[in-house]
């Protein structure tokens, strides 16, 4: 009897470890060629962004009133690295996008009508980030461009 009141304080403790988790986290990759997919319908659960460039990148989101400032930040993501989750538990319709680059952004849908509806976020294989300028080419030299008139 005593160690059915151990195992059961095991099992529970399971639900609290690392890497565990009841809930779905839909990914966008983001690199110097924009967002992938540039459109994410999502259910309302857990989004993340993930660096898949070969640059520093930084996500953000505005809020949609003026001067309500910046709802979501990333932080600087190294190429590679993760960004935080960040719960997206309300219905709509979200614009995320490259903090130097406003002009790459993706969608975001949750639903609105409907607890749930199909989730079309998976990025896009045939899609992919540029080549890094002179990665793994010895003795590359880069000539900066001048501009004749």
């Known amino acids: 009897m005593r160690w059915a009141g151990v195992l059961a304080v095991l099992v529970l403790a399971a639900g609290f470890l690392p ?3 009841a ?9 110097e060629a924009g ?10 659960e857990y989004l993340r962004f993930k660096n898949v460039g070969s640059t520093p ?7 949609p009133t003026p001067g309500g400032g ?29 903090f130097e680059n406003p002009d790459h952004a993706v969608i975001v849908k949750t639903p609105v009508f409907s607890a749930t509806w199909p989730v079309i976020c998976s990025p896009d294989p045939a899609k992919q980030p540029p ?3 002179c ?15």
């Not at 960004?83 to 996008?97: A, C, I, K, L, Q």
């Open 135 to 149: 990665r793994g080419q010895p003795h590359c030299l880069r000539v900066a461009a001048v501009a004749a008139d």
């Open 57 to 63: 990148r930084r996500v953000v989101r505005y809020s």
């Open 23 to 31: 809930y779905d986290v839909q990914t966008i990759e983001v690199s």
């Open 131 to 133: 080549p890094p300028i």
């Open 19 to 21: 890497g565990a988790r």
């Open 70 to 98: 910046i709802l979501f930040d990333s932080g600087w993501l190294e190429p590679g690295e993760v960004s935080r989750e960040e719960y997206m538990g309300f219905p709509g319709t979200f614009r995320f996008e490259d």
């Open 35 to 44: 967002f992938n997919p540039e459109v994410c319908q999502m259910n309302r």
